[in-house]
Nanobody, 119 residues
């Protein structure tokens, strides 16, 4: 199973980026998608989540600016990031969980994509 994240880059403060994370090599149903980020010298933090029924949750620091979505049929997660701030600079990682049993789930991580916001 591979998760390919893309869409990162360098953007000025106030700008937008859209991250994508596509899974391949698995045919199971998606249970949960999430984006995390890790800034230099800091721990990895949860940015946003979306469940298979579409319920979303966001870190307070990104509420109102970021939007998570997913295409369960294509096992792809998206993160639309608007009004970006320099403090959003980090490596962004996707995490997808799949139903691999009746009640069991297996999680996979993407390698990460760099987002840099200049002031």
């Amino acid at each position: 199973v591979q998760l390919q994240a893309s869409g990162g880059g360098l953007v000025q403060a106030g700008g937008s980026l859209r991250l994508s994370c596509a899974a391949s090599g698995i045919s199971a149903s998606v249970a949960y998608m999430a984006w995390f980020r890790q800034a230099p010298g800091k721990e990895r933090e949860l940015v946003a989540t979306i469940t298979e029924d579409g319920s979303t949750n966001y870190a307070d620091s990104v509420k109102g600016r970021f939007l998570i979505s997913g295409d369960n049929a294509k096992s792809t997660a998206f993160l639309q990031m608007n009004s970006l701030k320099p403090e959003d600079t980090a490596i962004y990682y996707c995490k997808l969980e799949f139903w691999t049993g009746i009640v069991s789930r297996t999680a996979y991580w993407g390698r990460g994509t760099q987002v840099t916001v200049s002031s």
